[in-house]
């Protein structure tokens, strides 16, 4: 809601909210309680969202409205046991730490043969120099691009 006046009348701040293009498109607006208790009150709010057929909540204070008529489902109201709540929260747990742990380098200090591949045993491992590396993400090495573009060619 962009260019409001300090001081809105209710009926042009509902037509606004209302006219969003979320709403327009069916989506989810979400808007303070406080403001719109100040702008227009919560009666006058409901009202408008029941004209509408959406369906509006409260939480948190922030009301959340569905810009769509069919019916809303709380899920939260679901009975589950603590025995299958764990379940579920530690196979989410798993899956979690295993996409963390391919997507993420290791930051972990590494020691590389400088000459030749694999590994030596006897005087072949004391005539072999090694350095030590290590391993950073790239978003963290490298904060800043290395390369910078200049002015494209003929203005363009």
Request: with cysteine; glycine share 6%; hydrophobic share 35%.
């Amino acid at each position: 809601m962009k260019d409001l006046p300090d001081v809105i009348s209710p009926d042009r701040w509902i037509v606004q909210l209302f006219s969003a293009k979320a709403a327009a498109e069916g989506g989810i607006l979400r808007r303070k309680v406080a403001v719109v208790e100040r702008l227009v009150g919560r009666q006058r709010f409901l009202f408008e969202v029941k004209r509408r057929g959406y369906h509006a909540v409260e939480n948190a204070g922030q009301f959340v409205i569905f810009c769509k008529t069919e019916p809303v489902t709380q899920l939260s109201d679901t009975k589950i046991s603590s025995k299958t709540f764990a379940k579920i929260f530690e196979s989410f747990c798993a899956a979690y730490r295993r996409t963390t742990r391919n997507r993420m380098p290791s930051r972990a200090r590494t020691v590389r043969c400088a000459t030749g591949t694999g590994t030596s045993v006897g005087a072949n491992l004391k005539a072999r120099t090694s350095r030590a590396s290590s391993n950073t993400p790239s978003a963290i090495a490298n904060p800043a691009p290395v390369q910078t573009r200049g002015p494209a060619e003929n203005g363009i």
